[in-house]
């Protein structure tokens, strides 16, 4: 599973792992560090999927959309931008 995978990579832990029919995000991290995923994300490409996955965790570090938050998706997904613009 690409969750647990990407966060023993990054060396993080979620608290909870969630998938819902949200249609206006993919994914979303809790204040509590619980992961929630919209089963729409399945329709993007897999390394799209994959950034946002990547993006979540990365949330567990930094609740915030920082330069630091930024830089360490960047750090584990350098072309983060690119699978970004290919979310359907």
């Known amino acids: 599973m690409l ?3 990407w966060a023993k990579r990054i060396g993080v832990t979620p ?3 969630k998938i819902t029919s949200a249609k206006k995000r993919y994914g979303s991290c809790s204040g509590k560090n619980s ?3 919209s ?3 399945m329709q993007s490409p897999m390394d799209s999927v994959e950034y946002v996955v ?3 965790l990365c949330h567990i570090r930094h ?4 330069r ?5 998706v960047e750090q584990y997904l350098p072309d983060y931008r690119d699978r ?3 979310l359907v």
């Open 35 to 37: 992961l929630c995923f």
């Open 15 to 17: 608290t909870g792992l």
């Open 39 to 41: 089963l729409f994300l």
């Open 54 to 56: 990547v993006h979540e």
């Open 68 to 72: 630091d938050f930024w830089a360490m």
């Open 63 to 66: 609740h915030n959309h920082s």
């Open 3 to 5: 969750v647990d995978y």
């Open 84 to 86: 970004k613009k290919n």
